[in-house]
């Protein structure tokens, strides 16, 4: 039997290249070798501020940006959480086996709490719980995630445990995997991952116009202030992220003419420019069919809610029966 993949990504509008290298690009490899499930996980959407309006639209977004990266509805199921709420009831479960300390010491949660202190709710605290849930009603062997995730992966770990020490044995134990390990930083505050927010990521849809606006006020190695400087590539966001997408003959030129000041910091973010808008050009052009065609996506989501859910509820009714809700 082939292990089972579970994966979210959260419905905050389209995918930028920090999700692409971060994630989802090692989502893409499991396809063929394990039985994937990929998830817009909109309940988690709730936890932090939002803009109801736009909720539909965000989630949809992703969806179309899942399906134009390569997502295959013919190997895995694409879903929208909420359309399962069998992860909110074994999210409700899995809540009275999880000791409240524990989530106050996670690491994401703190970070939320001081981002929004006004907006501390019981969805956020028990946020990892309902990931747990996700990814345990599908008993899921492995989850591809960023390194942000892992603390929420040893959380479920524990969860699986704790159920089926209490309940008797029921989960297999998750394991997360790290995709090739890019950690993409933002583009003006390179100490920072790059997010969704403050329109600084660079989307998987972005046209090489809109690419090349953005990198041109992209921080680069800081000591570096004018042309006849010589740059250290070791120390500049630029330089990382031309190691994803640029070949390794220009990589090495790219270095030669930093270190020796032979070009300057615009024209090397040309040749960026220009290769990022080249990896992601099968990417626009798939996005645009999709976005021209909801009937077919539409159609995509309901056959994956339907193959998810007969697994969810087999779960569910396991777990009904152990914990003797059911007999
Ligand atoms: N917490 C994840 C994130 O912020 C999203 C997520 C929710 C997830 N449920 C999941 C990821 C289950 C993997 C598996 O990116």
Known sequence: MKPRVFSGIRPSGRLHIGNYFGAIK??????????????VVDYHGLTTPFDPKEMFKEKYEVILDYLAVGVDPKKSALVI????????ELGWILGTITPVSILERVPTFKEKVAQHPEYVNLGLLSYPVLMAADILIYKSNIVPVGEDQLPHIELAREIAKRFNRIFGKTFPLPKAVLSSGARVMSLY???????KTGGEGILLSDSPEEIWKKLQ?????PARKRISDSGNPDVCNIYSLHKLVSSADEIKEINGNCRGAKFGCLDCKKILAK????????????????ESNPEKVKEILKNGAEKARELAQKTLREVRKKTGLDI
């Open 217 to 221: 006020p992209a921080v680069t190695d």
């Open 275 to 290: 290769n990022l808008g080249m990896e992601f050009e099968d990417f626009r052009r798939k996005r645009k069919v999709f």
């Open 189 to 195: 505050d390179p100490s920072k991952k790059m997010s």
């Open 26 to 39: 090692s989502w893409l490899k499991l396809q063929d070798e394990a039985d994937c499930i990929f998830a």
């Open 81 to 88: 959480q909420s359309d399962l709420p069998e992860h909110t």
